[in-house]
């Protein structure tokens, strides 16, 4: 896919079904997600970053950090992050992949 897509890349399910599970209670206050990887689409219908940041804010979840692992997710964490203000980039190259 390209850069800007809605994911980069699947997860496999293994030949299971992948379901999201229902959301929890809400929190008594606002939250950030510190460790997040939205370019990886899971499911049968996977959920555009949009959908997963309108998901977490249902429950008080206010924003998060979309970290990326290698030079084409960290571009697509620095684009997404750019267009979403509920979102900062975490842009490194992972380990095993420098």
């Known amino acids: 896919m390209t850069a800007g897509a809605d994911h980069l890349r699947t997860r496999s399910d293994g030949g299971r079904a992948v379901e999201y599970p229902p959301p929890p209670e809400p929190l008594a206050v606002p939250v950030y997600d510190n460790h997040t990887h939205l ?24 924003g998060a950090v979309q970290v990326g692992t290698d030079v084409a ?26």
């Open 73 to 98: 997710t960290s571009r697509w964490s620095a684009e997404i992050a750019a267009r979403e203000p509920r979102l900062l980039a975490a842009v490194a190259l992972h380990p095993n992949e420098a």
């Open 39 to 62: 370019e990886i689409a899971d499911g049968a219908l996977p959920l555009t970053a949009h959908e997963h940041l309108e998901r977490a804010a249902s429950v008080g979840v206010a």
